[in-house]
């Protein structure tokens, strides 16, 4: 499975951005998915993740702002963020477990396998 993360850019402060994360290989429709975020001098954290029945859960930091969706059709996940502050910015990165699991949602690193590359988001104030 490789995945690829795009929509990341420059915005201002309130403004929004869409990132997708497109996944290639064998489709991910019982794959729980994430979204994380890694800012400068900080260490990775857990955004929000998405399972194969389409339930998602956030961080508290970005519920409310950030909304996360999939297209199974399409082996795609996405993040909608509005609201963006600078404190957004971030390499935001997608991943994607191996095993299937209808409910399960998962925070944690270690508990995915595949990861994107990247995408870089920076909210100006």
């Known amino acids: 499975v490789q995945l690829q993360a795009s929509g990341g850019g420059l915005v201002q402060a309130g403004g929004s951005l869409r990132l997708s994360c497109a996944a290639s290989g064998p489709n991910m429709d019982y794959h729980a998915m994430a979204w994380f975020r890694q800012a400068p001098g900080k260490q990775r954290e857990w955004v929000s993740c998405i399972n194969s029945a389409g339930s998602t859960h956030y961080a508290d930091s970005v519920r409310g702002r950030f909304t996360a969706s999939r297209d199974n059709a399409k082996n795609a996940m996405y993040l909608q963020m509005n609201t963006l502050t600078p404190e957004d910015t971030a390499v935001y990165y997608c991943?994607?477990?191996?095993?299937?699991?209808?409910?399960?949602?998962?925070?944690?690193?270690?508990?995915?396998?595949?990861w994107g590359q990247g995408t870089l988001v920076t909210v100006s104030s």
């Open positions: 991943a994607t477990i191996a095993r299937p699991s209808s409910y399960g949602c998962y925070i944690s690193m270690n508990d995915y396998d595949y």
